[in-house]
């Protein structure tokens, strides 16, 4: 998988598809970016990197040092010496400067992947990972490096990450990490990130790459609503099939920077990192640092290759809960049901119903807690309020598990309410500035988990109601972002960690609840899908995808979620209508049809919905049921996008074997006089007869070569927002 060719002193790491290569240049050791794109068979390219060309290299052209370093194609970019591009790694050392190069020392080949220490991370499960170790240093300063790139060959993805250390006898302090960098030519490349806000998470958005920079990023202190830790450049006019694809998704959950920029000479430098906003890391004498991991793809057939290869790698090596594998139990989660007005004898009530249509799980939301009836109050006081929850916690979950479901509860560890009493013994426990009032946020602050003492507070309260009764799922929100960034704990010189430091508490607080409580199946979420990221996938199997539960605006919320993230992490409910978001009505079936392609459940007061309604859930379980192992494990295909066509929509699954196929077809708006639709399915084997059956009916049979090819004709369906689904099983 990875080899060097010393005298060209060329690196290539090869996956089954992919080249990625990288060379030393100069008697300095520049490390160079030489080639990533489609599998080739030379490693003798090192004059992709022009070193043989006017600047030349400086010890051949000294007076132009400078040239060089602005127009080298580097691998990790330093700062302040010469390119005038942006840096990837800035630090203020002991003397009060900031500038930084790092060149390359030796390398070492690596069988599997090292674990990056606090951090989530892709590993290599039962495939072979190589690993190239890159040393690099800048002896002025003391900082030594070593460049990570792990090799996933199946899935053609390299994942890349830093670790510096100081080896010098004084502190200094990193102000800015990237994880990786790299240019490369620019071939008139669009650049897609996703953007959104509450309830519209993750729409995709392609726009042309211009000179200069071009960044998404997050000071949130989480990923955010608004930007998402990932960037594709995509060969202009790429589709789902056809086109250069390149792929940067980043393993963290806080403040990030995904940037492009197109410089003079018609070069793209990408990077990606944590956001150097709010950024001051000390590193005393010996100190590391570990910076997160970002997974980088090439497809060279369109964006729908580059989608299959994040869902196989996040599926096979970056996922850990044994819930992977499974079906998840059906559940209903009472938020939509009730908000803060419920008590033991309402959600038995539930219960009682949703048993009796099939339903597995009942989730009991916030407001179980403290003095919780509205969001005004008691975050941090994690004790059952006994007003609401009569009998008490273990007697409300015995009585759910009685009635044959499982019970599951929300938790918002993170947050802190000024009106709890955990604020009024521990006002110093809230993230704030001196001298300034903390600006809240749905009336809450945000503890400071810097302080190892208010990990282990929040810890023992998780730990405590878990352990209080049988409880088989926790929902782990949280619903605020990070302001006033100010700890009472670090010093002066730390204050700059906060926001980092603060993620790696949630992390280590996560990994804790998994190591103890292994049979936990849990779910993040964060205010609807403000931290869907692949950190949080390291410990949660799902992540509540949005608070929008209305069925249309969840078709693009969907689709840019499942651009990067398998179907099985989308945490999709069924909800009632008219939605509470946007007060839209569609029919039941199609919200059960577009839930169906993430984690299936209800999110409704199952006593209070119309008995129509009522009478269809036991068949969509059964649906669920049917096609679940398919959805959580298949290739994914996107035949149509309604944000693109603003008519209909239709995804499809393909098992890997090639013998099943699931085709869900939203048509959103119904229109006079048109033709019957057809579809040209994807991703079957050509040769095989297959049976295909829309809504349960045999309609025809066919081979994948005319299903994919000729396509398969539906009748356009009367009305809008109107779902069917077509099963596909080999003959
Ligand atoms: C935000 C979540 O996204 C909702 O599902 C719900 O749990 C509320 N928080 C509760 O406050």
Redesign the pocket.
């Known amino acids: 998988m990875i080899s060097y060719n010393k005298e060209k002193r060329v690196f290539k790491l090869d996956t089954e598809n992919t080249s990625y290569c990288i060379g030393v240049v100069d008697k300095e050791n520049f490390l160079g970016h030489v080639y990533y794109g489609p599998r080739i068979t030379d490693d003798s390219i090192d004059y992709l990197m022009r070193i043989f060309e006017n600047p030349f290299v400086p010890s051949q052209n000294e007076r132009d040092r400078g040239s060089f370093l602005d127009s080298f194609p580097t691998e990790y970019a330093g700062s302040f010496l010469g390119d005038f591009r942006e840096g990837s790694i800035q630090v203020r050392d002991k003397n009060g400067h900031e500038a930084v190069q790092l060149t390359y020392r030796s390398h070492e080949i690596i069988v599997g992947k090292p674990e990056l220490k606090g951090l989530p991370s892709t590993f290599p499960g039962k495939d072979h990972v190589e690993t190239l170790a890159v040393k690099m240093a800048d002896d002025t300063i003391g900082l030594e490096a070593v460049l990570y790139y792990s090799v996933f060959e199946k899935e053609d993805c390299i994942v890349r990450s830093i670790t510096v250390k100081n080896t010098f006898d004084a502190p200094i302090h990193l102000t800015k990490i990237m994880s990786m960098t790299m240019d490369m030519d620019s071939e008139d490349f669009e650049l897609l990130t996703l953007y959104g806000s509450w309830a519209r998470e993750r729409q995709i958005d392609i726009r042309p790459l211009g000179y200069g920079k071009t960044s998404v990023g997050s000071i949130r202190g989480e990923s955010s609503h608004q930007e998402h830790p990932f960037m594709a450049l995509v060969e202009k006019n790429a589709t789902q099939d056809v086109g250069r694809v390149y792929g940067f998704s980043f393993v963290y959950s806080g403040n990030f920077l995904a940037q492009a920029q197109k410089s003079q000479f018609d070069s793209v430098r990408i990077m990606m990192g944590i956001h150097p906003d709010c950024f001051d890391f000390e590193l005393k004498s010996g100190d590391e640092f570990v910076a997160p991991e970002v997974v980088m793809t090439f497809s060279a057939s369109g964006l729908g290759q580059m989608t299959r290869n994040y869902h196989d790698m996040y599926r096979e090596h970056l996922i850990r809960s044994p819930y992977k594998d499974r079906t998840r139990p059906v559940l209903i989660?009472n938020?939509e049901a009730t908000y803060f007005d419920f008590d033991t004898d309402k959600l038995l009530d539930i219960a009682r119903q949703a048993k009796s249509c099939g339903i597995e799980m009942l989730v009991m939301?916030?407001g179980w807690f403290g003095q919780r009836n509205d969001?005004n109050s008691s975050l941090g006081d994690w004790q059952v309020n006994e007003d609401k929850i009569k009998g008490g916690l273990k007697y409300l979950v015995d009585e759910v598990n009685k009635i044959g479901l499982k019970f599951g509860i929300?938790m918002?560890p993170e947050m802190i309410s000024p009106d709890s009493d955990l604020y009024r013994a521990h006002p110093d426990w809230a993230i704030a500035l001196p001298n300034r009032t903390p600006s809240k946020s749905r009336n809450q602050y945000v503890l400071d988990l810097t302080r190892p003492e208010v990990v282990e507070y929040v810890y023992g309260c998780i730990s405590s109601v878990l352990k209080s009764a049988n409880i088989e799922y926790l929902?782990w929100?949280m619903?605020r972002q990070i302001t006033d960034p100010g700890s009472l704990y670090l010093g002066k010189e730390n204050q700059g960690e906060l926001c980092h430091r603060f993620v790696l508490a949630v992390y280590e607080l996560q990994e804790r609840l998994v190591t103890d409580f292994p049979d936990l199946l849990l779910e993040n979420?964060s205010?609807?899908g403000a931290r869907f990221d692949p950190g949080m996938l390291y410990y949660s199997p799902q992540i509540?995808c949005s608070?929008d539960t209305d069925a249309i605006e969840r078709l693009k919320i969907q689709e840019g979620t499942a651009l990067i993230y398998p179907l099985s992490t989308m945490g999709a409910h069924v909800s009632d209508c008219p939605n509470h978001t946007v007060g839209r009505t569609t029919p039941f079936k199609t919200r059960g049809d577009v839930a169906l392609l993430g984690t299936f459940g209800y999110e409704l007061d199952v006593t209070k919905i119309s008995p129509d309604d009522v009478s269809m859930i036991p068949a969509q379980i059964e649906n669920f049921h049917k096609y679940n192992d398919l959805v959580r494990n298949g290739d994914y295909y996107r035949i149509a996008s309604f944000r693109e066509n603003n008519v209909f929509d239709c995804v499809q699954i393909v098992s890997k074997d090639k013998k099943e196929s699931l085709v869900v077809f939203v048509q959103v708006l119904g229109r006079p006089n048109c033709h019957s639709r057809n579809l040209r399915l994807k991703g079957l084997d050509p040769k095989r007869v297959y049976r295909v059956e829309a809504e349960n009916e045999e309609i025809i049979r066919l081979h994948g070569d005319t299903l994919m090819n000729a396509g398969l004709m539906i009748a356009n369906p009367w009305g809008d927002n109107v779902s069917i689904i077509i099963h596909i099983r080999e003959a």
């Open positions: 989660n938020w939301d916030d969001d929300w918002e929902k929100d619903n979420c205010g609807g509540w608070d």
